[in-house]
């Protein structure tokens, strides 16, 4: 894709499902990856390993990568991070938000840690990455580009999961807001909503009936991979994209579109 070799790429929550795609292929499209992981540094040896394992099947990759540890909810994790990877790299171009956690309660028995620790990860923790990286852009004066991860929850409401709906709602919000604030700054903000997507955040996983059930509301009959998350990112951050900022593209095989209104439901058919 055009525009993104060479570019400096720093992915949240990069060691597991979607963020681990997303590091492998901006690094097939020959990116630096700053793997951002929590407190375990095994994990991002994972995504090197699977960048290695990608890129010796493509010409071109070739791009640095290097581990920053740090937690999305600690403010001083993330400015620590975004210095690490400015003095590493010399810059960011690209920030893909992606770290993300969900807890399941009835909305009436959901504490308030249970509460901030969701949107303290996934909303709040996003936000204070973009405010980095957006000073960051603003010092150096050429642009950047802000990927959020968001949900097609960031419109569907999910019941029992009130702080995961809650904080991709804002996301969206937050998303349209930094996209018309900075856009005069050659700064794009774009999100991407996935539905189903198999990676260890979802039980239904791993478990044929829990994931069949789940199917049965996808018009296109499967649940996505995170190949599929990562290639639209790609493509939000790409020069193919120039003209796009302020939008989620969901890509969710046609889940937002309510499988069950596939037949006639109206009064009288
Ligand atoms: P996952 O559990 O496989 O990955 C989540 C990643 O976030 C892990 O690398 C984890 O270490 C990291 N993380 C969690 N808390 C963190 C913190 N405090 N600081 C830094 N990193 C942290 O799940 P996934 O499905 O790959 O989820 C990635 C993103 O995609 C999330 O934002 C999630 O909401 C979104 N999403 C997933 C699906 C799906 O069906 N899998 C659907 C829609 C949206």
Known sequence: MKGLKG??????GATSGIGKAIAARFA?????????????PEKAEDTEKLIEEMCSQVKGCGGKEMRVEGDVSQEQDIIRMCDEVISKFGSIDILINNAGIQIAADSHKLSADDLDKVLSVNLRGSFLCAREVIKHFLER???GIIINVSSVHEII????YVSYSMSKGGMENMTKTLALEYAPKGIRVNAIAPGATETPINEWSNDPQKKQKIVSHIPLGRTGNTEEMAAITAFLASDDASYITGQ????DG???LYADFLKPWSAGE
């Open 157 to 160: 409401p999910r019941p029992q």
């Open 254 to 256: 046609g889940l937002t």
């Open 28 to 40: 097939v499209e020959g990116a630096n990856i700053a793997i951002n992981y929590r407190n375990d």
């Open 141 to 143: 004066g050429n642009g």
């Open 7 to 12: 570019k400096n790429v720093l992915v949240t």
């Open 248 to 251: 989620t593209i969901f890509i």
